[in-house]
């Protein structure tokens, strides 16, 4: 009896031809590769001066000695590690809904506590800072961060630090040029209660950062009062909790298929000056939550016409597209209750459409 061929390319149902094809290609890619590893060798440059083959001092050639390198370098975990690093570290920063771009802080006042690695640093504007324990910087500004980690630093392209302009610098209410005022509990009355305390600081906005982000959709000249259009800096007062909600409420108009790309603000801050006298004055509350910081009216105006779209499409543009914005907002309450507020709509008049008005006082009011 024959003995049974064993050989792999019968096994597989190969042919004689074919095998011999096979074996004449892998010849040749097997030359290919040596000659090619031989030509990186020789081109690969001289070595450290006293070894003539580019060989390190382990006889290492410079391309393997590189790679090796690059893998046991003392930053090479720190590199892998940066984004992480970064990411997590600006996770509390970002609020509940992912989306803020900024940080507000006192001068001098610490910053990241407690959310660095170890072994991280925060650099503010170019400054290195000491480890886990940042501070803002003594002046007032829009500043740039970063996080360093070893040799490597990542910069924080999509988010800010804004150091505030003491109260205290406010003198014959106003700071500069720029008149403000002065709030209700700080004319001699009663004591201020809760968030009806006079601020402790402003943003100074000029006319170079005020179109910094502090949000994904929104920017420091959004909130700005709208007297005193040549006067520069201005002074504005902004609550991060209300940009958390008016991104959420946003995030849930989206939800049910509106645009949100057209999102306005008709009324952010408004000093105790523009509150009491400036423009139309009616529906302005004496203890306007603008004056604060923490209030806004807002509506939808994709169409770019200057007033609310018809968001709930009905075919008419009217109070109850105001409401479509106020039942977003009432979800991200109930979602939310640390953002909890006032929610009011308003009908259009002969100045202005419908808008709803969105706040963070910290309790419940509707109107």
Known sequence: MPLQDRRWYHRAGLSSQTERTFNV?????????AMGWSWSIATAGPGPAGLADGSDSTGVPPKASSITAAATAPNATSTAFLTDAVLNAFVPMRGESGRLRAQFSAEGAPILRDTLPSGAIVTVAGAEAAPRAPRAPSQPGVWSLAIKVGSAIKPMTDF?????????????????????????????GAAAKGN???????????????????????????????????????????EVKLLDKLELTLEELRARGVNTKGVRVMSGFRTPQYNSGVGETSGRASLSRHMYGDAADVYIDNDGNGSMDDLNKDGRVDIGDAQFIRSAAERVEQAHPSLIGGIGVYRANSAHGPFTHIDTRGYRARW
């Not at 290609?25 to 590769?33: A, C, D, Q």
């Not at 700071?175 to 403000?180: H, Q, T």
């Open 25 to 33: 290609l892998s010849t040749l890619l097997v030359l290919t590769i």
């Open 160 to 188: 800010r630090l804004i150091t505030l302009k003491p109260a205290s610098e406010a003198r014959g209410g106003r700071i500069g040029l720029y008149f403000i005022g002065s709030w209700p509990t700080a004319r001699g």
């Open 196 to 238: 009806y305390a006079p601020p402790r600081g402003f943003i100074e906005v000029t006319a170079a950062n005020q179109n910094t982000y502090v949000s994904d959709h929104f920017r420091l000249r959004d909130f700005l009062p709208h007297d005193q259009q040549n006067v520069w800096p201005k002074y504005l007062v902004l």
